[in-house]
Structure formats: structure tokens, C-alpha cells
């Protein structure tokens, strides 16, 4: 079936650290990609996308490049800010399907 | 452009009791998607209404249903409420226009709804 595999929590950084969290993926077709972020409280909010092997996905400061061939959409981000604390999840959608697979999501606290 | 509308944010039921819960794309979206999120089991996919008919369905009891209207507002209902069904229930909406390739589209959430069942 297809799936979605995220680098278990929870991280913790200290400001203007580099942030990775990895994100494989299991996928019967040609998925999109995406990182969704919800702060606490909150629903999910779009962080960033990718339709198509090789897109790079980019939105306030945060980057995420489809890899096909390693199966893979992991997000960074060069200097992670306070603001940034909040729990960070990985999901597909295949063609044809509305159903998007979220992985288990990755609390990330980032420390003044 | 207002974003998706859930209604009520907040739900205290007993066991054995039902619940209706509402949702409101933005203007123009046609599909409404309806998740569950629990600390055990995650982000789970309950199902999805396009033009008022279920187009995908996942993998939960026929106690979960839903519908939507001609103006694209979606309801949930789930029947017979367990313990288990305690969670937060999240709306997304997305535009789903006719002929194209779903997959690029993207889904908008709303700020849910938090149920609590005792």
C-alpha cells in the first residue's frame, strides 16, 4: 500500500540551527508531495508542495526537492526561529484520489 | 478569501450518543475531505465528498457518514459515539476542477473540531 515514513520525534534545536527532518515515501503510482505544519491548537496549514521528480518546494525559508529515484521529499530549513515550533507532517496524494497518507508527524521545539 | 469554516470547534458527548459535525470550503472548492487525528493513530482519512457524493471512503465503521450539500458545505456524522471516537475531526477543502489531474491539487484545512467522548 502506500505510505508515508517521517524521522521520529520529537527534535529540538536552538535558534538558527539547521533543520532536516527525513521523509521516505511507499507509493503504488506517481504521488504528489507534501509538508504540511500545525501549531498547537490549530489545524493543518500548507508548508509546501511537489508534483513532479526533481521539484523543489520552497516557503518561508523551508525547502523540500522530490527525489524519485531515493523515494524521498525531506525539509530543511537553514536557521530555524521560535516561531517555527510546531508539529511537521509528510504526505502524498495519488492521481485521481483526494485521499491524502500523512506519516506520523515530527514535533519540532525550537529554543531561544 | 475566507478559509475553511468548522463548526463547533469544541464537542463534549456521552457514549452511545451521536454527533453532527459541519464544515465550509473556501468559495469555489468543490471537493470537501474529512480526517481524524488521534495520538495513536495519527492522520486518517475517513472520506471525501465531490458535487454531493462520496467519492473516496476509508477505512472506519459505517457508524462514520456524511454528505454534502449543492453549495459544497459538508456535514459528518458519526452514530453510536465509542470512546475511541474521541479526536480532532479536520475538514479540507480543495478545488478539484473537472478534467484535471487531482493529484496537484492542494488541500486546505480548517481549524477543526475538537471531540471529547465520556
Known amino acids: 500500500g502506500n505510505s508515508v515514513t517521517q524521522m521520529e520525534g520529537p527534535v529540538t534545536l536552538s535558534e538558527e540551527a539547521f533543520l532536516t527532518i527525513n521523509c521516505t515515501y511507499t507509493a503504488t503510482g506517481y504521488p504528489s508531495l507534501f509538508w504540511y505544519v500545525q501549531y498547537p491548537g490549530e489545524g493543518l496549514q500548507l508548508l509546501l508542495k511537489?508534483?513532479?521528480?526533481?521539484d523543489k518546494g520552497s516557503n518561508k525559508g523551508f525547502e523540500a526537492t522530490y527525489r524519485k529515484e531515493t523515494t524521498s521529499f525531506h525539509l530543511e530549513k537553514g536557521s530555524v526561529q521560535v516561531s517555527d515550533s510546531a508539529v511537521y507532517f509528510c504526505?502524498?496524494?495519488?492521481?485521481?484520489?483526494?485521499?491524502?497518507?500523512f506519516g506520523k508527524g515530527t514535533k519540532l521545539t525550537v529554543n531561544p | 478569501k475566507a478559509g475553511v469554516t468548522q463548526t463547533p470547534r469544541y464537542l463534549i458527548k456521552t457514549r452511545g450518543q451521536q454527533v453532527t459535525l459541519s464544515c465550509s470550503p473556501i468559495?469555489?472548492?468543490?471537493?470537501v475531505s474529512w480526517y481524524q487525528q488521534t495520538p495513536g493513530q495519527g492522520l486518517q482519512f475517513l472520506f471525501e465528498y465531490f458535487s454531493e457524493t462520496q467519492r473516496n471512503k476509508g477505512n472506519f465503521p459505517g457508524r462514520f457518514s456524511g454528505r454534502q450539500f449543492s453549495n459544497s458545505r459538508s456535514e459528518m456524522n458519526v452514530s453510536t459515539l465509542e470512546l475511541g471516537d474521541s479526536a480532532l475531526y479536520l475538514c479540507a477543502s480543495s478545488l478539484r476542477a473537472s478534467g484535471g489531474d487531482y493529484s496537484t491539487d492542494t488541500q486546505y484545512f480548517g481549524p477543526g473540531t475538537r471531540l471529547t467522548v465520556l
Open positions: 504526505a502524498l496524494i495519488l492521481g485521481g484520489s483526494e485521499k491524502l497518507v
Open positions: 468559495s469555489g472548492h468543490r471537493s
Open positions: 511537489a508534483t513532479k521528480a526533481d
